[in-house]
DNA sequence: TTGAAAGCGCTAACAT
DNA sequence: ATGTTAGCGCTTTCAA
C-alpha cells in the first residue's frame, strides 16, 4: 500500500488536516508544523492519491482532446501544443482519435464515460453535422476548434480562413501567377474551413480582377497526401491550363507536388504552389512548400483559457459563447520563389 | 448533480448493489430487475462515476505514453497505434512528451504525480543513462520501448534492429551499390539503435564481402530531418564517392534526400536511399522512399499486452522481465530502384 | 493554529 | 437473487 495523509499525519504527530493544508498550500500552519509535515511527506515519500481527490473535488486534472487522427501531421503538432500549453497549468491531455470523420464515433465520444475522467474536453469535429449540433450539449465544458457546427452554443477556437485563404492565393498572384488553381474545396458545404479558404480564394482572384474559372477548381472529401495526388491527376487530365495552385492544407500539397514532379511540370517555374497549415514536413520537402501558419501554439493556448474558464466557473454557464480567433501569417519558401 | 448509483436504485426500487451488478455485468440479477434497472439508467442518464470507481477499485483505466515529441511522424504513429490498441481494452492513454532526450524530465515524470493517475506507463527513454536505471524501479507497471537503459530490471519490447540493419543494407547491395555510406551512427554508444543498426550495417557489409569505410560513416546525434541534411552535406564534403545510403530513420533519410537532390544527384541512379521506420511521408516522396517497417502495430500490441498482464497480476511481480520483439519487414520503393 | 468527523460515489465482503 | 455496510483517501465544514 502507498503512504496516505493518515500515515504522514501519524509520522509528524499532528492531523490529517494539517497535512492536507501543508500539502496544498492552503490554511495557516506555523512554520515549524510545516516544516516538520514536509520531513515526513519527503521521508515517507507521499504522493497524493488523484483519484481521491478527484473525488472529492470534483475535478481531475485531466482535459479531452478529441481529434480525427494523430498521424496526420497536423494535428500531431496540435496536440503537441495543446500537451505543452496544458502542462504549463498543471492539467494533462488524454487524446481520443475520431478516425477521420466518424459521426458515430464523434457522438460516443461525446457522451461516453470517458467524460467523466476529464474536467472538459477540446474537441475537432469533422463527422457530425449540423442536425447533430445538440448533441454539443454535454453538461461539462467544451471548446470546439474549427468552424464545424456553427450553430452550437459553445466556445471556439477558428482561425481566418477566409482572410488567409485570400493572402495566401493573394502570394501566387502576387508573383505574376494568373490562372490559379485550387484543391480541396466542399462546394456543397455551407460551412467548414474548405468553405471560407474557397471564399478567400474567389474574394482575391476578384480583388486582383482574375477570372474564377469552374475548371480549375478541385473538390476533395479528405484533405490526406493520395488525395492530392488524386486531385492533381484529375486537374491534369481537365487539359486547363494552370500556373499556379492554392492546396487547402499541406497534405494536399504535398501529394499533389509528387504527382506535378511526375508529370516533369517544375514547381515553382511552371507551376507555383502553396498549402496550408505550416506542417514541419513542408521545410523539407523539395522544392520547400510555401504555406499558410495558422498560429498553432496560439490555438492551443486560446482553447486552454476558454476552457480554464469554464471549468474554473471565471465564466458562468449563461455567459454567451465565445469565439477567438488566432492570428496566421503566410511563410514563403521555393514553391512560390518569383521566376 | 449528477446521478449516482443512489438515484437509480432508488428510481429502479432495488438497492445500490443491484445497480452496481446490472452496470458491471457481474452477479446474478433476474431479467425482469436487470430490465428495470436499465431503464432507469437510460432515463436518468446515468454514467459512473470514474474517479470514485478507481478510489475503490485502485484501477484507473488509464495508462501513460511517454515519448520524445508527438510531432516526429515515428512517434505520432506509435502513439495512434497505442491508443487504438488501448481502446480495444477499454483503456484510455495519457501522452506525456519527454521533449527529446532531456533526462530530467523523464526522471521528474517518472516519480512525477500523474503516475497515480494511471494503472501503467510505456515509456520510450532518450536522455536517461545507465546510471540512472535504478530510478526506473516505480513500483507501479512498467514498460520500455527500444534498448536503452538495458540492465533495467523491466518489461520490454524492441525490434530486430541488428537483423533489420543488416537486411535494409543487404538490400542496397543486392541492387549491386558496392559504396554503402550510412548515416545516423553512434560509434561511441555502447547501447540503443543506432549501434545495433550500425552492427547489422557492419555485418551486412561483411557478408557480401564489401569493405568498411570509416569516411562512409556519418555520425548524426538526434535523428531530425534537419540532421539528415546536415550530415548528408558532411558526408559530401568528404569526397569519398558512394552510390548507396542507409539513413537510420527516414527523418534522416528524407533530410538527406533533399540535399542530394540540391546537388543534382539523383536517387536512386547515383545513390540508391534506404531509410527506416516506414513513416507515412516516404509513401509520398519522390522519389518515394524504401525503409524498413518495424511493425508499430505489432509494438503497441505487446506493450500494451506486457503491461496489462503486470497490471491484471498474471504476471507476478518475481516473475522476471521479459523482452518481446517485433517482426520488420523491408519495404522497397523507388528509392532503391534498380538502376 | 489545529483537530474531529462527515461524506464524495463506488466496490466488495458479508448477510439474507 | 438481492440487500447492507464498510471503507478507498481525500477535502471541508465545524469545533476547539
Known amino acids: 500500500m502507498s503512504t496516505t495523509l493518515h500515515d504522514v499525519a501519524r509520522h509528524a504527530g499532528v492531523s490529517i488536516k494539517t497535512v492536507s493544508n501543508v500539502v496544498n498550500g492552503l490554511g495557516r500552519v506555523s512554520a515549524a508544523t510545516r516544516e516538520r509535515v514536509l520531513a515526513s511527506v519527503a521521508q515517507l515519500d507521499y504522493r497524493p492519491n488523484l483519484s481521491a481527490r478527484s473525488l472529492r473535488s470534483g475535478r481531475t486534472g485531466v482535459i479531452g482532446l478529441a481529434i480525427p487522427e494523430l498521424s496526420l501531421a497536423y494535428f500531431a503538432q496540435l496536440a503537441d501544443a495543446v500537451i505543452e500549453e496544458a502542462e504549463q497549468r498543471g492539467l494533462v491531455v488524454l487524446i481520443e482519435q475520431t478516425r477521420g470523420g466518424d459521426r458515430t464515433r464523434e457522438v460516443e465520444l461525446l457522451r461516453g464515460p470517458r467524460r467523466q475522467l476529464t474536467d472538459g474536453l477540446i474537441f475537432s469535429p469533422f463527422g457530425m453535422t449540423e442536425a447533430d449540433t445538440e448533441l454539443l450539449d454535454i453538461g461539462s465544458p467544451l471548446v470546439l476548434l474549427g468552424e464545424r457546427l456553427p450553430d452550437a452554443n459553445v466556445d471556439r477556437v477558428t482561425m481566418r480562413n477566409v482572410e ?46 482574375l477570372e474564377l474559372r469552374d475548371d480549375l477548381v478541385v473538390e476533395v472529401d479528405l484533405w490526406h497526401r493520395s488525395n492530392g495526388a488524386k486531385a492533381m491527376r484529375e486537374l491534369l487530365a481537365r487539359g486547363e491550363p494552370f500556373d499556379a495552385l492554392f492546396a487547402m492544407n499541406d497534405e494536399l500539397a504535398l501529394g499533389a507536388l509528387r504527382v506535378l514532379q511526375e508529370e516533369g511540370i517544375d514547381v515553382p517555374s511552371d507551376v507555383a504552389l502553396i498549402g496550408f497549415d505550416n506542417v514541419d514536413e513542408g521545410r523539407f520537402s523539395r522544392p520547400s512548400l510555401s504555406t499558410v501558419d495558422p498560429g498553432r501554439p496560439e490555438i492551443a493556448k486560446m482553447a486552454i483559457d476558454l476552457l480554464l474558464e469554464r471549468i474554473d466557473g471565471v465564466t458562468s454557464d449563461d455567459v454567451a459563447p465565445r469565439e477567438l480567433q488566432s492570428t496566421f501569417r ?9 521566376a
Chains 1, 2 share one sequence.
Open 164 to 209: 488567409a485563404g485570400a493572402a495566401a492565393t493573394a502570394s501566387l498572384v502576387r508573383i505574376g501567377r494568373e490562372r490559379v488553381a485550387v484543391i480541396g474545396a466542399h462546394l456543397d458545404a455551407r460551412m467548414g474551413s474548405a468553405v471560407l479558404r474557397y471564399d478567400g480564394y474567389v474574394q482575391a482572384l476578384r480583388e486582383h480582377g
Open 330 to 338: 503566410i511563410i514563403e519558401r521555393e514553391s512560390t520563389q518569383a
